[in-house]
């Protein structure tokens, strides 16, 4: 019994709506929208480009370990 309320409680929490108080902004464009507005979609791609070197760089940082899962890896 204590499942299906759980269940329950849980699956109405999904279906439900977010708050009517966060759908009211006064009209006023967040910073987020402001710049989403006013950029072009050139850049798009740079920043891109830009993200997946920084992303292979931190790939480049993984060091492998020899670790064999009994003792402690050196710092």
């Known amino acids: 019994m ?3 309320v759980v269940l329950a409680l849980l699956l109405a929490a999904a279906a439900a709506g977010p ?5 009211q902004r006064g009209g006023v464009p967040t910073e987020t929208e402001e710049r989403s507005t006013n950029q072009g979609s050139g850049n798009d791609l740079i920043w891109n480009l830009v993200g997946c070197l920084g992303l292979l760089g931190v790939f480049g940082l ?3 370990s020899d670790n064999d899962g009994y003792t402690d890896d050196p710092i």
């Open 19 to 23: 708050a009517v108080a966060q759908d």
């Open 2 to 4: 204590r499942k299906q």
């Open 62 to 64: 993984w060091r492998n």
